[in-house]
């Protein structure tokens, strides 16, 4: 089965590497200046011009309270009077990017992110959404995929079903870990059954899928209290869940500053987590989709796998890859055919940028012909966990083994490792090496070399 894992701490130990996560090939750390709103432009009419359907993500950057452990593009405020300027730009910039594509492209997947967007009011949600179906052709329930996180300190009843009239099927739910003391160490106090009201409503309003975020490696944390926090969440039900690894690098984000490291579990704290919620989730039937992810076996991310058809980008496993992602608000990424591109971070910025009618492109990345050959490579293994060389020949007409020559003694020495299964025809992730993909695709990441590997988290 596609879902079955090893456990290997010898190869994890040896394997365990700091790296991206491949969300995207190349990655967003490569994205640079010399990439504008005028290659957005261009790349919008290409999009036109072919009539290629739409993924939409929209992020709403405010939270009203700070989460320690964050890394998100976030603004925190109690303030919920500053959301009204940003959907004015927000509105702008929606205009501005749909008069550039046609009708008949349809919105097959919309997201909106943050950030808490439930921290918007009923009728700034009212507002947004009409918005967007106003400029953008959004296909009808029954086909689209329309989802949001959700904050369930942030919501009740009423606004699950606002957002189910506004045509949301799926919602995220952040828990991260129901234990009081570690609740308190990254100051989010939320209870079990705020989650369980949500999730119930979820189920009676009959949104099609709920995913659950974890978090591992958070303070105060221990193996014992985080297998709990497991149980409770596999009572729940969730159709997927997010198990995240956290990264603790207070040098790069300001809230991690308050999280005392000497609070942190041990690695082999956290290795012990991991390995009993892999064996807790898939002994209560979930999959494992690879890279933190896993899914009920009727979820259309298990069936996708199984049918080969899974793919990867700036959203995370998608089963609408094929979709051209436009990013809508303050830092938001877009995929555009071969264009990679993001707006400013800034919140200032951002606006200010807008108000003058201009769009809000900072930095991007035109793929050539390299990159879309070992995009290809990873968005197999990551995705497939194997790799065919006869594909990627025909696809990109080169001799497998002789492009890659230079990273031939590196698969060889994961095959001998028992990380993969090679020979001539391609390899095979093994059930040992599945934890460790990221390691697998850092063979073939064209610009790992040139990066401080400190920015990035560990596989595990």
């Known amino acids: 089965m596609l879902d079955d894992i090893r456990w290997d701490a010898d190869l994890i130990r040896r394997y365990d590497l700091a790296g991206p996560r491949y969300t995207s090939y190349p990655t967003a750390v490569q994205l640079h200046s010399e990439v504008g709103s005028f290659d957005l432009l261009h790349a919008l009419r290409e999009s036109r011009r072919a009539t290629r359907p739409l993924s939409l993500y929209v992020h ?23 959301a009204q300027p940003y959907l004015q730009r927000l509105q702008q910039e929606i205009q501005l990017i749909a008069c550039h594509l046609a009708p008949e492209q349809r919105v097959e997947q919309l997201h909106f992110g943050g950030g808490t967007p439930t921290f918007l009011s009923h009728v700034e949600l009212r507002q ?29 009843w009423s606004t699950m079903g606002l957002l189910r009239e506004l045509g949301f099927n799926r919602v995220s739910l952040g828990v ?19 989650t369980r009201t949500l999730i119930e409503a979820a189920r009676t309003l009959q949104f099609r899928s709920v995913n659950l ?21 596999i009572r729940l039900q969730p159709d997927r869940l997010s198990v995240f690894n956290y990264a603790h690098l207070p040098e790069r984000f300001m809230p991690q500053r308050r999280i005392d490291s000497s609070d942190l579990p041990a690695p082999a704290a956290k290795l012990e987590m991991l390995h009993a919620t892999i064996e807790q989730l898939t002994g209560a039937g979930y ?36 979709c051209d992602l436009i990013g809508l608000g303050v830092s938001a990424i877009s995929q555009i055919g071969d264009l990679y591109c993001q707006n400013s971070s800034d ?53 497998f083994r002789g492009y890659f020559n ?35 695709c850092m063979v073939f990441d064209g610009y790992l070399a040139q990066l401080d590997r400190q920015r990035f988290s560990r596989v595990i």
């Not at 405010?62 to 500053?82: E, P, Q």
């Not at 193996?223 to 497991?230: H, K, L, Q, S, Y």
């Not at 090496?433 to 990221?438: A, F, I, M």
């Open 213 to 233: 975020d974890l978090i591992y490696g958070l303070p105060k944390q221990t193996p014992e209290g985080f297998a709990r926090t497991v149980d409770e969440v």
């Open 287 to 322: 999959r494992y989709i690879g890279m933190d992810h896993f899914a009920l076996p009727d979820d259309e991310l298990a069936i996708a796998q199984e049918e080969g058809t899974l793919q990867r980008n700036f959203q995370g496993y998608t089963t609408h890859g094929h």
């Open 347 to 399: 919140l200032n910025t951002y606006k200010e940028t807008l108000s003058s009618a201009q769009l809000a492109t900072q930095r991007g990345l035109l793929c050539n012909q390299d990159d879309r050959l070992r995009r290809a490579v990873i968005q197999q293994l990551i995705c497939h966990f194997e790799l065919s060389f006869e594909q990627i020949e025909r696809q990109f007409t080169i001799d």
């Open 406 to 440: 230079a990273q031939w003694p590196q698969l060889q020495a994961m095959h001998r490792d028992g990380l993969i299964s090679l020979d001539r025809h391609g390899f095979k992730v093994l059930p040992a090496g599945r934890l460790l993909v990221r390691s697998v």
């Open 128 to 156: 947004l959404m009409a918005t967007l179906r106003q400029h953008f052709n959004l296909v009808d329930d029954a086909s689209g995929d329309f989802g949001i996180e959700i904050d369930p300190r942030e919501a009740d």
């Open 60 to 82: 709403v950057p405010f939270c009203a309270n700070i989460c320690y452990y964050c890394a998100c593009n976030k603004v925190i405020t109690k303030d919920r009077a500053r």
């Open 176 to 194: 991260q870990d129901l234990d009081p003391v570690v609740q308190r160490a990254v100051n989010r106090l939320q209870s079990l059954e705020q």
